[in-house]
């Protein structure tokens, strides 16, 4: 067995996404607390294992299709580099794992379970219903947020969540735009629903998301029971709009955020800049 590629079977690159979980521990001011930390980052410990059923799953699924994909197709089930039966034992480990870890906290445990299930129902049927397939991409950092809140007890402000959702919706439209000038022609071939969809249409919903974004970070940021100064967050989060804009149209690089956030060092550098001034405002109460 290659380990290597069975543990790129997991796409541990995508765990990223599961940086969500920290949203409360971190805009709560209690980042600091050492038993809330390690309840949290045990937390997204577990997501990262939930989110890699799914995508053995959908690797599972998608098999045929994602041969004919240009780069897909040296991922390790389409590639051969690991066998269906391998890729089934790992699911179910990864599966049981989840249930063992979080069956103590029933309503964190029915958060996981509700990913899993949506996400199941993702794969066989609603990835080839048109806007409800992205809603789907959507719901799961909405559930990734609240498993973090829901783990250390601490609720945070429905303008995060609102945030939350609309960056998620986001990044789903723009993978959605990058797979079809990446594949033109051959875009129903690989992914179905990329024939419900056309630039000129995940444009006019972008045109609707983007400033929609930013609009609801403000609200948070004038809103925020942590300090007024929150406000001069604000440049960071319209740099990184833009930028992740310009990337996308010069470099289509869309389909894959998790190249953009961990590889463009531009976007990284803004995203860390965010990140301190955050800490700063709410930590050192400025």
Same mark, same amino acid.
């Given at each position: 067995?290659?380990?290597?590629? &069975?543990?790129?079977?997991?796409? /541990?690159?995508?765990?990223?996404?599961?940086?969500?979980?920290?949203?409360?521990?971190?805009?709560?001011?209690?980042?600091?607390?050492?038993?809330?930390?390690?309840?949290?980052?045990? *937390?997204?410990?577990?997501? @990262?294992? &939930? #989110?890699?059923?799914?995508? %053995?799953?959908?690797?599972?699924?998608?098999?045929?299709?994602?041969?004919?994909?240009?780069?897909?197709? =040296?991922?390790?089930?389409? #590639?051969?580099?690991?066998?269906?039966?391998?890729?089934?034992?790992?699911?179910? !480990?990864?599966?049981?794992?989840?249930?063992?870890?979080?069956?103590?906290?029933?309503?964190?445990?029915?958060?996981?379970?509700?990913?899993? $299930?949506?996400?199941?129902?993702?794969?066989?049927?609603?990835? =080839?219903?048109?806007?409800?397939?992205?809603?789907? %991409? *959507?719901?799961?950092?909405?559930?990734?947020?609240?498993?973090?809140?829901?783990?250390?007890? %601490?609720?945070?402000?429905?303008?995060?969540?609102? @945030?939350?959702?609309?960056?998620?919706?986001?990044?789903?439209?723009?993978?959605?735009?990058?797979?079809?000038? &990446?594949?033109?022609?051959?875009?129903?071939?690989?992914? +179905? $629903?990329?024939?419900?969809?056309?630039?000129?249409?995940?444009? =006019?919903?972008?045109? !609707?998301? *983007?400033?929609?974004?930013?609009?609801?970070? @403000?609200?948070?940021?004038?809103?925020?029971?942590?300090?007024?100064?929150?406000?001069? &967050?604000?440049?960071?989060?319209?740099?990184?709009?833009?930028?992740?804009?310009?990337?996308?149209?010069?470099?289509?690089?869309?389909? +894959?955020?998790?190249?953009?956030?961990?590889?463009?060092? /531009?976007?990284?550098? =803004?995203?860390?800049?965010?990140?301190? #001034?955050? %800490?700063?405002?709410?930590?050192?109460?400025?």
């Amino acid at each position: 067995m290659d380990l290597k590629s &069975t543990i790129q079977l997991m796409r /541990p690159k995508q765990w990223i996404k599961n940086g969500f979980v920290f949203a409360a521990i971190v805009f709560s001011g209690k980042f600091v607390e050492t038993s809330l930390l390690l309840i949290a980052i045990k *937390t997204f410990i577990l997501f @990262c294992l &939930t #989110s890699s059923t799914i995508y %053995i799953l959908n690797d599972l699924v998608d098999i045929e299709k994602d041969k004919l994909h240009p780069e897909k197709k =040296n991922r390790p089930l389409p #590639s051969g580099k690991v066998s269906k039966s391998t890729a089934i034992v790992l699911d179910i !480990i990864l599966l049981i794992s989840v249930i063992y870890f979080s069956i103590g906290n029933m309503k964190l445990f029915a958060i996981f379970m509700t990913y899993i $299930i949506v996400n199941i129902a993702y794969s066989f049927k609603l990835k =080839n219903v048109v806007i409800v397939d992205v809603m789907i %991409i *959507t719901f799961g950092f909405i559930l990734r947020v609240q498993s973090g809140s829901i783990a250390i007890g %601490i609720t945070i402000s429905p303008w995060l969540i609102l @945030c939350t959702t609309l960056l998620s919706l986001f990044l789903a439209l723009n993978k959605r735009k990058s797979e079809l000038i &990446t594949l033109n022609s051959k875009s129903g071939k690989h992914r +179905k $629903i990329l024939e419900e969809y056309s630039i000129e249409l995940l444009d =006019n919903m972008l045109t !609707i998301v *983007t400033p929609s974004i930013l609009i609801a970070y @403000c609200l948070y940021t004038f809103s925020s029971i942590q300090s007024n100064t929150m406000m001069f &967050t604000i440049p960071f989060v319209l740099y990184g709009i833009f930028r992740y804009q310009y990337l996308m149209i010069k470099q289509n690089i869309g389909g +894959k955020p998790e190249d953009i956030f961990t590889k463009d060092i /531009p976007f990284l550098v =803004n995203i860390v800049l965010w990140i301190i #001034s955050i %800490i700063v405002i709410i930590y050192f109460k400025l």
